[in-house]
């Protein structure tokens, strides 16, 4: 068998690494050829990546330029189609209606969406934000329209993805629970309270300025670490910027007592199930997280994690935490078993293979 993996991003996407990369290895054990292909280039994702920091001009000229990069790039995966048994597509979408003639020359098309792109990922009345939706939503229907199956995330995407796809299989995450592990704390006085993102989700902390500062000012040994930050400004909080990277990520996560994963609870977020809640419930910490119903089906609250919706709820349940260390390690331990029974790499690669065989 052989499968051409077709990415939206290079492996400095987050989503790209989750989705397909950590497969691959996996895959070629079991005997699945493959080969694997960016939408874009690695240029091209980067600049992806520090977009939402762009000025209105800088981010035309960005979509510019991606646009017709993209459009060159999968003109030669429609040529190099005939070769393989099956084509996956990780969130990348055809313009001009060109994935009609990639289901012509091969019709084993699998369109994986881990997230709600058919949405604009936030609301505006600039011109590239009314054609990124205009657009983008057409894209995804139109591909939904022409795979033989779907992988969805989770429940909200695939009520939407049903309407236009009869076969729709679910595979949450997935997280390596052998990458990331738990790693017996070392007895400290301080409690870490710790957060993982990029540009793209720094936004979502200022809902927290107010609540991080009063618990900082209420407990003096607790320290919070912001790992992957953008531009984000909180003066009444001791924090440590520590930047991203494949190899210390899951080591930083380690060094944190509390993740945290601010979101508001609207379309755009309901089709995200939080890659930094499962991460930090993998390697044993627990996860506070602002609730949606997305969210909701990994989470059951003050089990194996808690939910969170105003100031007081954030202040009161990172205090329980702080102050209790057998509460966070029970919860911790929950969190854990949790990830590697619903949506870890060694089970989600059967479900992978499944899709495949079909």
């Known amino acids: 068998m052989r499968i051409l993996f077709v990415s939206y991003g290079t492996e400095k996407a987050p989503a790209t690494r989750y989705r397909v990369s950590q497969y691959l290895p996996q895959l070629e054990k079991r005997g699945i050829k493959y080969r694997s292909f960016s939408a874009i280039s690695g240029i091209s994702t980067a600049l992806m990546i520090k977009s ?3 000025g209105p ?6 979509y ?6 993209r459009m060159l790039r999968l003109i030669h995966v429609i040529f190099i189609a005939r070769r393989f048994n099956a084509i996956f597509l990780q969130r990348t979408t055809f313009p001009f209606r060109l994935e ?60 939407f993805v049903s309407r236009y796809c009869n076969r729709v299989v679910k595979i949450p995450g997935p997280i390596d629970t052998e990458r990331f592990f738990v790693l017996p704390k070392e007895k400290d006085k301080s409690v870490v ?11 979502y902390l200022y809902m927290l300025n107010d609540a991080l500062r009063r618990v900082s ?26 930047d991203w990277s494949y190899d210390s990520e899951v080591r930083n996560l380690q060094g944190c007592d509390i993740g945290i994963m601010p979101m508001p609870d609207n379309e755009w977020t309901r089709g995200k199930l939080g890659c930094k809640m499962l991460q930090y419930m993998a390697v044993g910490i627990p996860a506070v997280v602002s609730y949606t119903p997305t969210n909701a089906e990994m989470i059951k609250n003050g089990e ?13 349940v990172l205090s329980e935490l702080i102050e209790n260390e057998r509460l966070r390690q029970t919860v911790g331990q929950k969190g854990r078993a949790t990830v590697v029974e619903k949506c870890s790499l060694t089970r989600n690669i059967d479900r992978l293979l499944g899709v495949l065989n079909d």
């Open 57 to 62: 001009l800088t981010k035309l000229l960005y």
């Open 100 to 159: 009609i003639l990639l289901k012509i020359l091969n019709k084993n098309i699998i369109f994986d969406i881990d997230d709600a792109i058919y949405l604009p990922d936030k609301e505006g009345r600039d011109l590239v934000t009314r054609i990124k939706k205009y657009v983008k939503k057409g894209e995804v229907i139109n591909i939904l329209k022409v795979s033989k199956t779907v992988i969805v995330e989770n429940e909200y995407i695939r009520e």
């Open 304 to 316: 194996n994690g808690f939910f969170t919706v105003t100031t007081e709820e954030w202040i009161r």
């Open 193 to 203: 309270v710790g957060w993982i993102g990029s540009p793209a989700t720094t936004a």
């Open 52 to 54: 939402p920091d762009f």
């Open 217 to 242: 000012e209420k407990y003096d040994f607790v320290k919070f670490k912001f790992i992957g930050l953008g531009k984000y400004t909180n003066p009444g909080v001791r924090h440590e910027r520590v």
């Open 64 to 69: 510019v330029y991606v646009s017709i990069e």
